[in-house]
């Protein structure tokens, strides 16, 4: 039960993430870059993306799985936080 609401927690916390992860200009600019379509060639050519839609989708996916990482991550890092406090005052 702890499990999925966690994941929940991360699913809800993703599209902040991804908010959050656009607007770092550095990043932004860096997916734009050439180092990075090229990069993601083998996943380009591994869903069939024609044009530059279909590549611009498959970014975005792989931005959103990023975003949901992170937010799973910071799911888990609060939630052991949360767990220690909790251990702490009931030791005391």
């Known amino acids: 039960m702890k499990g999925l609401l966690r994941v929940g927690l991360a699913a809800l916390l993703t599209p902040l993430v991804f908010i959050g992860l656009s607007r770092i200009d550095p990043l932004a600019r860096w997916v734009g870059s050439d180092a990075v379509w090229t990069a ?31 937010a799973a991550l910071v799911v888990c890092i609060a939630s052991a936080l949360i767990q220690r406090r909790r251990q702490d005052q009931a030791a005391r």
């Open 40 to 70: 993601l060639t083998p996943l380009f050519r591994l869903f069939g993306a024609v044009g530059m839609e279909g590549e611009e989708s498959v970014v975005l996916c792989v931005l959103l799985a990023v975003s949901f990482i992170t």
